[in-house]
């Protein structure tokens, strides 16, 4: 069993729609939680830091920690074509930070 | 805006070749990382440098493959020879912290062919 599980897709949804996007993970060490977006042929960008359980919120997107259920989600509200990416979580203790597979995202117009 | 520079961007070299790759981190950082991301899947780490000193190379296939970063600054990593099953995206990344639960900058990756 793989430390970090993550759905693969491919997602596809409507422009505007409201996207949910998860991981779940078996390591209790983990606590540093991070959604990265990846285009195309381009490296991973840092879109979301989450420190232990809770929520947090930056513009159209919010990330949820569920320590208790070992489950994280980033939500994507009123969805664009432009966040048509692979979507990619991440997590560590302090020790290496463990990627999920990305889930490959596209919105159409 | 500082960004990770790699290069080259893609390169396709034959089985049994050797193949290098470079890397020039955000001004400062003193943290590097190679990552290997296979079509498909996350990045999975091959190497740590903080400074030029390797602190976890335990996932780096060392009979052929090989990094350094010998001013602490700049890196090389190296594969030789080269095999189908090393086809992949090789990434860097820096950050200005030690542990991985500093957020590190990726560059836009080499992208490794192997026929």
């Known amino acids: 069993q793989k430390e970090v599980e993550q759905d693969p897709g491919p997602l596809s949804v409507p422009e505007g729609a409201i996207v949910s996007l998860n991981c779940t993970y078996s390591n209790s060490a983990f606590q540093y939680f991070m959604w990265y977006r990846q285009y195309s042929r381009k490296g991973p960008e840092l879109l979301m830091y989450t420190y232990s359980s809770g929520n947090k919120e930056d513009g159209r997107f919010t990330a949820q920690v569920d320590k208790s259920s070992k489950y994280i989600s980033l939500f994507i509200r009123d969805s664009q074509p432009s966040d048509s990416a692979t979507y990619l979580c991440?997590?560590?203790?302090?020790?290496?930070?463990?990627f999920g597979t990305g889930t490959r995202l596209q919105v159409f117009p | 805006e500082a960004e990770v520079a790699q290069s080259p961007r893609y390169k396709i070299t034959e089985k049994s070749q050797a193949v290098a790759f470079w890397c020039d981190p955000i001004?400062?950082?003193?943290?590097l990382y190679w990552y290997r991301q296979i079509l498909g899947q996350g990045p999975e780490l091959l190497v740590q440098f903080q400074d030029e000193s390797v602190v976890d190379d335990s996932q780096l296939p060392k009979d052929r493959f090989s990094a350094e970063r010998l001013k602490g600054v700049d890196s090389t990593l190296k594969i030789q020879p080269a095999e189908l099953g090393d086809s992949a995206m090789y990434l860097c990344?820096?950050?200005?912290?030690?542990?991985?639960?500093?957020?590190?900058?990726f560059g836009q990756g080499t992208r490794l062919t192997v026929v």
């Open positions: 990344a820096s950050s200005h912290g030690w542990t991985a639960n500093t957020e590190a900058f």
């Open positions: 001004s400062g950082h003193a943290t």
């Open positions: 991440a997590m560590t203790g302090t020790d290496k930070l463990i």
